[in-house]
């Protein structure tokens, strides 16, 4: 059984969070996780935190997705 990427995170997460710093090895045994399966989350963390802020525009049939352009991107015009 796969298991869910939120709970995943929300391990790998609960466990940094103590302030320990853990190898992946550690970290996998710590979780319960396996170390490839870490190394990937790991990866899509840094990949989202260097990616521009996503704007989430709820209405009431649908959800809009649309991407922050970032401020030093954004010409004086549009400020």
Do not use: W
Not at 19 to 30: A, D, M, Q, R, V
């Amino acid at each position: 059984m796969k298991r869910d990427p939120i709970a995943i995170l929300e391990q790998m997460f609960e466990a940094l969070e103590r302030g320990k710093p853990f190898t992946l090895n550690e970290l996998s045994h710590e979780t319960g996780i396996h170390c490839i399966t870490l190394k990937r989350y790991i990866r899509l963390v840094k990949i989202v935190r260097r990616e521009p802020e996503l704007e989430i525009i709820r209405t009431r049939h649908s959800v809009i997705v649309r991407m922050q352009k970032p401020a030093s991107s954004r010409r004086e015009e549009d400020i």
